[in-house]
């Protein structure tokens, strides 16, 4: 309701010109939304209910709601305004159906493009936790999404088998991404379906990759092309490798690791080798697991003065900061065991697009907070700037974007 004494303005403006949803709003303005829309052709009259850029919005709201039905995620889009009527005529919450329809028309590429053009590294010289020496230091991984069991899906994507061979329940989208360690903000990413190998996706996601860098990533990126790849821009990488892969030592160095070579699988007489580092080690007290064989790392980095290996070793860890991006990703902002909504391949895509969007603006945002505060990001809590994300969504939805 209007506040005492004030008087609702009297314009032509559409309820849905004058949809704000906070943080989202904050990250991706309207106007980078409009140009990125009209950029993919998807540009439409700002008289309908639902024009594209509504719905780019729509979609976003959708997945910091996730779980919430379609017309339940527009009431919290336009919570606050009915007193506020700066609109021609009256509006209505539109139907699942004239949404979903909405939806189709704008497709996955406006919200590709948005996060394509957004999602830039975050950290600084003074983030905290987010480099080593004179690298900042990113991860890659990948994982998968469960979506709902339609035909298109199941034909597009497939599906994984069980220990028995049996078919599962859902339908699978991959997803490969890279991640800033100290920031958790993921800054490039490609989809496939489930016959996608975590390697071949990840050879889209290089070119992000520059000097300065130093990519973490586990056994299930191995193989000589793909390191080149990664390396090919000027990023330094530090692997680990699996223990049956054969390191000759070439020569040994003063901080017990040594410097070997690798090669592609067919290449017996060994020549056309990629020299590497190698650091082993094994972990040890409460809590670890007794080792048959120790760790084993590749690095590009081969000066052991530039970086010790007990650094490396040390460092390696922080991989872990993707396994724990992913999780936010997936069981705090998607929900623990939900399925994407989406029941076409290009509703999927567009609906993970939207998490990563979603994911983006409310790391940016705990990052911005972290260096304000001269603290570490992971001091924050992920969960908690989720629910102010979503408070935000409804508290401020009155104000214009």
Not at 152 to 173: S, W
Not at 207 to 215: A, I, M, R, T, V
Not at 250 to 259: A, F, H, K, T
Not at 360 to 376: E, F, G, K, V
């Amino acid at each position: 309701m209007p506040r005492p004494g004030q008087v609702k303005p009297e314009t032509d403006e559409r309820l849905s010109d004058r949809i704000a949803v906070g943080l989202l709003t904050r990250t991706f303005p309207p106007e980078l939304v409009d140009r990125v829309v009209a950029e993919c052709g998807r540009s439409g009259l700002r008289t309908r209910l639902l024009p594209p850029r509504v719905v780019v919005y729509f979609v976003l709201a959708m997945c910091l709601f996730s779980g919430q039905g379609y017309e339940e995620v527009a009431r919290l889009l336009t919570q606050g305004l009915t007193w506020a009527k700066r609109w021609s005529g009256s509006w209505q919450v539109p139907s699942t159906a004239a949404i979903s329809r909405a939806r189709v028309k704008l497709g996955p590429e406006p919200l590709r493009a948005l996060f394509t053009e957004v999602a830039r590294p975050l950290a600084t010289e003074e983030t905290r936790g987010a480099r080593y020496g004179r690298w900042r230091l990113v991860a890659i991984d990948g994982t998968v999404f469960d979506v709902p069991d339609s035909e298109q899906n199941a034909a597009y994507f497939g599906r994984p088998k069980t220990h028995r061979t049996e078919r599962c329940a859902y339908p699978q989208v991959r997803m490969v991404a890279l991640a800033e360690c100290g920031t958790h903000a993921i800054t490039a990413a490609t989809l496939g379906p489930l016959s996608s190998s975590e390697p071949a996706l990840a050879r889209g996601l290089f070119s992000h990759l520059g000097e300065g860098d130093l990519l973490l990533a586990d056994r299930g990126f191995t193989g000589v092309e793909l390191w080149r790849a990664a390396s090919a821009g000027g990023a330094d990488l530090l692997w680990r490798i699996r223990s049956h892969q054969i390191l000759p030592v070439r020569e040994e160095l003063p901080d017990g690791s040594y410097v070997s070579e690798i090669v592609v699988a067919k290449d017996r007489k060994r020549a056309d080798p990629t020299p590497v580092r190698v650091v082993e080690y094994t972990l040890h007290g409460t809590g670890f697991p007794e080792q048959d064989t120790p760790y084993r790392l590749i690095t590009t980095i081969l000066d052991p003065e530039a970086a010790p290996a007990a650094d490396l070793a040390a460092l390696y860890h922080e991989r872990w900061e993707i396994e724990t991006t992913l999780d936010e990703l997936k069981t705090h902002q998607r929900g623990p065991a939900q399925v994407l909504r989406s029941r076409s391949p290009d509703g999927v895509e567009q609906e993970v697009w939207g998490h990563l969007l979603v994911h983006y603006a409310i790391r940016s945002l705990m990052h911005d907070t972290a260096d304000a505060s001269q603290l570490d990001a992971d001091r924050l809590s992920f969960t908690r700037s989720l629910r102010l994300a979503r408070r935000q969504v409804t508290a401020q939805a009155a104000f214009s974007p």
